[in-house]
């Protein structure tokens, strides 16, 4: 068993630098029914799944289910306009992580207040709030690696003894392990400020599991 770690720590970089979020800009300034909408998304965030070609980003089944949970606005005469981009681009990034319930928690109070073109009592917009978050998160790159550095090289540590092949699988599983657990306590983090959320807005849970007002 030999691996370069060299070369992987090279290749998560350039994996970090390929990400491509999608800009406001890109989305088509016209209401688009859902063979459009699945193939658009399908042509700018294949690269973001584990098997470009194969895995599937969104597909008619999902957006169909999402409208039908009330966690996507339904489309005005089966045509979605670029606020439901937004908001499925959201849900996008959202489904790796949070369970439909949570998504619904979250997204809720952005599309009660912001969503709505056309609507001049509010402060922003739902493309405001999207743009705003894309801009943050790309200047958020260099600090992602750094933070990935840091944890290769505590995990390079925690077997200071050992050699060979002996080190390297240590320290590949070690690095792997300390990826997952960081990710497994925001997680947490991230359910802890969903049910407050969902506290707040006034939700129960029913014996499913499921909120309710």
Same mark, same amino acid.
């Given at each position: 068993?030999?691996?370069d ?6 290749s998560?970089?350039? &994996?970090?630098? %390929?990400i ?6 890109d989305?088509?300034n016209?209401e !688009? ?9 399908e042509? %700018?965030?294949k690269n973001?799944?584990r098997? +470009?070609?194969?895995d599937?980003?969104?597909?008619k089944t ?18 979605y306009? %670029? ?5 499925? !681009? $959201?849900?996008?990034? $959202? ?6 319930n949570d998504?619904?928690v979250?997204l809720? +109070? ?5 969503f709505g @073109?056309?609507?001049?009592?509010? +402060?922003?917009?739902? @493309?405001?709030v999207y743009?705003?978050?894309r801009l943050?998160? @790309? ?8 933070d ?9 540590g925690i $077997? +200071? ?6 080190? @390297?699988i240590?320290?590949?599983? &070690?690095?792997i392990t300390l ?6 306590i925001?997680k ?5 400020m ?6 707040? !807005?006034?939700?129960t849970?029913?014996?499913?599991g499921?909120n309710?007002k």
């Open positions: 068993m030999t691996l770690i060299d070369d992987l720590i090279g998560l970089m350039a &994996s970090l630098d %390929r491509d979020y999608i800009k406001a800009a989305i088509p016209i !688009l029914y859902m063979d459009q909408v699945t193939t658009f998304m042509s %700018r965030l973001t799944t098997n +470009p070609g194969v599937k980003v969104l597909t999902m957006i169909n289910n999402y409208a039908k949970s009330n966690i996507l606005p339904p489309p005005d005469k089966k045509k306009s %670029r606020e439901h981009m937004y908001i499925l !681009l $959201f849900i996008y990034y $959202f489904k790796n992580i949070l369970s439909i998504i619904d979250a809720k +109070p952005i599309k009660e207040k912001y @073109e056309g609507r001049d009592d509010k +402060p922003y917009s739902v @493309e405001d743009e705003a978050i943050t998160a @790309e200047g958020l790159t260099d600090s992602i690696k750094e990935l550095l840091n944890t290769y090289h505590t995990a390079t $077997f +200071p003894d050992a050699k060979g092949e002996d080190e @390297e240590l320290t590949m599983f &070690s690095f990826l997952v657990l960081d990710v497994y925001k947490l983090l991230i359910e802890k969903v049910d407050g959320y969902s506290e707040k !807005l006034g939700y849970k029913n014996k499913d499921k309710e």
